[in-house]
């Protein structure tokens, strides 16, 4: 192509002003308004002006229309991308239960009531309704935190890494916090138990070796300047074999007869035990209470499934001493996170959090009502999908994930239903389900396209069924 062909192209570039007289600009135009419109059509004739101008030469000739249709499915496309680059609700097909890309925990309904029919408005956050004066902020979470978990008190900040950070800065700064080496973990998302310490201002003692440390490696450690124990639950990390580690009562006798703290960053926060679902070694938190710490930290958002938060509960002139640290000022949480949480916790009271908070559920789901479920679906879709014979659906076994900072070897069996297509190859189909609405997030194994039904709600099935019928 010449020179002149090439100029000769783009004088058929369309013009902003065309692009934004087009039906798609039109649609797009009532959700985007009008300046960012312009600044996207903007975008996109720049974006064709550079393709053309480094379209090898030979190349072809476009027509005005032709160009034209061009700018408006670009338009399309690039509109899509940005509304998906926000926050979106996805159907999680993976298996995956406490899946941190897509927001660990779903909340149960009455977490969600709470949200919109509480939170969302005025509401009393510090206010008393029963002396019609001030109140204090979050009372009920703690009131409700101390009850569960049989601590003193309570306090919630905006993550576990803000909870343990406050902590290890209010009771250890200064001095030394004694550690097991085999608890100087990371745990996903850069956390890393080393960096906070430092950060807090608290020096890092490691004692014993990486798969075996004993209640005298920590005696030895412990001086004039150690201010606190801490044990960090390893989470999504596990040594086996030849292991050993003091239990929690051991390290609260130590503490108390030396007369420095125990803590515990317990992570996953399991509210009862969980063991027969297949996590034996979480740590219940009531249980570390018992045991004798003086603190413990835990996720608000992993198997307590509510919202993310930190959730700190100990001893009473501890926890007190850390909520009037100007710290937690900083990292306190909001009225919305107090609103869920609330009903989180109310589930675990009532005793219900099995039936209520969907991250129990499904880790209790069985593999008879998955299987009941999973041939039940399959069979809804072979019958109703009419013309789309494409698509194959096969049952089989499998492996869910609880993820989300629990032990790895947490792998619940369940059943899969196994997807294939004629005329898609399994990626192909991986794509077609993320870009439905809702997208569909599934996983690919072997060449095939993977659901478990473990992590679709109920009320989801029938939009996944839908979707699947008109693929
Ligand atoms: C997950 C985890 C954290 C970090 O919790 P976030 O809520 O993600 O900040 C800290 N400590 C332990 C032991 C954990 O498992």
Redesign the pocket.
């Known amino acids: 192509m010449s020179k002149h062909d090439r100029r000769e192209n783009l004088r058929l570039l369309p013009s902003v002003d065309a692009i934004l007289q087009t039906a798609t600009a039109a649609r797009i135009r009532r959700q985007s308004g009008a300046k960012h419109l312009t600044l996207l059509a903007r975008a996109l004739t720049d974006a064709l002006r550079r393709e053309m101008l480094g379209e090898p030469s030979g190349d072809k000739n476009y027509s005005r229309e032709e160009l034209l249709a061009e700018a408006e499915k670009n338009l399309e496309k690039l509109w899509r991308n940005e509304r998906n680059s926000g926050l979106r609700r996805v159907i999680n097909a993976t298996g995956v239960i406490v899946h ?1 890309n897509l927001g ?1 925990a779903p909340l149960s309904d009455e977490a969600v009531k709470a949200l919109t029919e509480n939170a969302a408005r005025y509401c009393t956050l510090e206010y008393d309704l029963t002396t019609g004066e001030r109140g204090r902020r979050g009372a009920r979470v703690e009131n409700l935190l101390a009850e569960l978990t049989g601590a003193d008190d309570a306090l919630v900040v ?7 950070f406050l902590v290890l800065t209010v009771l250890a700064r200064g001095g030394e916090a004694v550690i097991s080496r085999g608890e100087l ?1 990371e ?3 850069d ?1 890393r ?1 080393p960096d906070v310490l430092e950060q807090s201002g608290a020096r890092l003692r490691e004692v014993g070796t990486t798969n075996r440390t004993r209640v005298s490696d920590y005696e030895r450690a412990v001086s004039e300047n150690t201010k606190l124990i801490l044990r ?5 990390y596990r040594i086996v074999g030849f292991t050993h580690a003091p239990a929690l009562c051991e390290l609260a006798e130590l503490a108390r007869e030396k007369d420095i703290l125990l803590y515990e ?4 926060g399991a509210m009862f035990d969980l063991s027969r679902y297949g996590l034996t070694d979480e740590p219940v938190i009531s249980d570390s209470i018992r045991a004798g710490a003086d603190v413990v ?6 198997l307590l499934g509510g919202v ?3 959730l700190i509960v100990g001893r009473g002139e501890v926890v007190e001493k850390i909520r009037k640290h100007p710290l937690y000022r900083a990292l306190r949480v909001d009225k919305l996170i107090y609103a869920a949480l609330e009903a989180t916790l109310e589930s675990f009271r009532r005793e219900a959090a099995v039936q209520e908070i969907p991250v129990l559920k499904m880790l209790s789901a069985t593999i008879e009502q998955l299987k009941t479920r999973s041939s039940g679906f399959a069979e809804k879709l072979n019958k109703n999908r009419g013309a789309n014979k494409d698509l194959k659906i096969e049952i089989a076994e499998g492996k869910s994930v609880v993820g ?2 629990s032990a790895p070897t947490a792998q619940p069996a369940t059943i899969l239903l196994a997807l294939e297509h004629e005329r898609m190859s399994a990626a192909e189909l991986e794509e077609t389900l993320r870009f439905s609405n809702p997208p569909i997030i599934t996983r690919i194994l072997d060449d095939v396209v993977l659901i478990d039904l473990r992590t679709v709600s109920e009320s989801e099935e029938a939009e996944l069924l839908e979707i699947l019928e008109n693929i």
Do not use: E, L, W, Y
């Open positions: 941190t660990r905006n993550n576990c890494a803000a909870a343990a973990v745990i996903g998302g956390f138990i960090v639950h390893p989470s999504n960053d317990a992570g996953s930290t835990f996720s608000g958002d992993k993310q938060s930190g989300g900072g």
